[in-house]
């Protein structure tokens, strides 16, 4: 018996033994395109938008606000500095003229299997950091687990897919992924920086520092004013200067930032000369602050560069972890209280689009009904989502004129009601605990205080009482990682290729990280679902589809309230600046610019300066 139950178990092992897994095919490659093929071929010299004749040189100034009291980046605690982005380097390169590509920077080549389930990439031999050591593949592995464990909480969200990286080569470091089918975890790889381990083995990651860091990017920190200015140098022997990525980018000498108090006083200074670049976000600004002589000689040029770049969403943020919020007819009330035509036509110059979608000036953008797969997908939630995700398309309140305001502000008045207010001697308190109705709008800039106070006005007709608090960045920052506010201006950009980066926007768990881009403070098991949907989406059809369903979903939770975008890069700069004559589509791309030494003499001549 014993033999006949070794020769079954025997036979038993081999009859069901797993079968080996068939080979999957693999390719090796320059570049990473989302989905389908990159525009650019292997020998390819330089992205079409950089000049690679760009003559280097000059010097250029630039401004920043508030102050700085940190060289790392990568962490949560303290200011990091201006400019800080010049000086690492990532495995991959976004190409600025595609909806989601990236070729190699410090890797040379990329290899991985069809179904992307893991990525290989093979450094650079010539890749440095800026003390001659080679960038080897233990710094990869190091910045990968150090960012994941001390970085920043959000590289905890964005590689909380990219399980591990290993050694496979003397050059060779492979990623390996969890969490099911992501097409576009080659590329979060790819997006990496990388980072000296030998550096900061005496040196502890999680602590601010003003310690000038060591990288490998085209410039290094020169000198510095603790939280007043930085300057950079063009690193001069930079090893990836002739890298086609790299090509015809970033031709200045050197580059120094100044900190102001604020824009008032930063734009001020701009004027009288004491900084080069500015691009300007402040739609009255642009419109009557450039009244000056240095723009009417010519001196200053004031120029709009049109782009193809999504204007994603930005608005009155709720912070729905706030009793007052949690109530989504409250926050569609509040919404009605704004008046964006008034803000507009006094306030813009009429400069402005209002923002309909957290995907605006993309074909992901939501419109209309949903049809097709987009219905579908959105059918498997009914019952979980508002039934006007099937029956209206969204359109924030229209006012302009203070009838439609007043016809607006009744039915405000009556959704509150419906959500247990009631007004009290001309203010709205809560008819069960009596409490009223208060909140405070954060800022961090003077500047929107001129946006929210007219909404402020239009609140109190409801008999709401909201203050409005500017404060400094510092404590902003602080206010905000920290999730301590009501509400605040909030933006939220999006790319052509959107995926992982909506977990730190939208997901469950990121509303309980600190420091986290879901500062709404959004939980709902739906939006969890349809961000998955997004990041597997096996093509681009499928992507749009899944990336509108998820943009109705956000609409209908009214989250917050719409403000507006613009088509255009508003930016003026003194007459020193030569610029590529082919624009990218999807970014300025102002590491592409370089000083012109004929200009820049001229310019110095017209200013009376020998």
Known sequence: MRAAF????????????????????????HGLAMHGAPKYGPEFKHFDYANPDAPKGGEVRLSAIGSFDNFNPYILKGDPAAGLGAMFETLLANSGDEAFSEYGLLAETIEMPEDRSWVAFTLRPEARWHDGKPVTVEDVIFSLDTLKTKGHPFYRSYFKDVAKAEKTGERTVRFTFSGGVNRELPLIAGQLPVLPKHWWATRDFEKTTLEPPLGSGPFRIKSFEAGRSVTYAR?????????????????????????????????????????????ENVAKDWATAYDAPAVREGLIKKVEIPHEIPTGMQGFSFNTRREVFKDRRVRQALTLAFDFEWANKNLFFGQYVRTRSFFSNSELASSGLPVGEEWRILDGFRGRVPEEVFTAEYRPPVAGSDEALRANLRVALDLLRAAGWTVKERKLAHGTSGKPFQFEILLAQATWERIALPFVRNLERLGIEARVRTVEPAQYRKRVDDFDFDMIVDSFGQSLSPGNEQRDFWSTAAAGTPGSRNTIGVRDAVVDELIELVIAAPDRESLIARTRALDRVLLAGNYLIPHWHIRTFRVAYWDKFGRPEKPAKYTLCVECWWVDADKAKALETRRGRK
């Open 6 to 29: 070794a020769a079954f178990a025997a036979l038993a092992v081999f009859a069901f033994a797993p079968l080996a897994p068939a080979q999957t095919k693999t390719i090796r490659v």
């Open 235 to 279: 690193v001069a022997d930079y090893w990836g200067r002739e890298v086609p990525v790299r090509r015809g980018t970033y031709n200045v000498n050197g580059l120094r930032y100044d900190y102001y108090r604020d824009g008032t006083v930063a734009l001020e200074a701009f004027k009288a000369g004491e900084y080069d670049f500015r691009q």
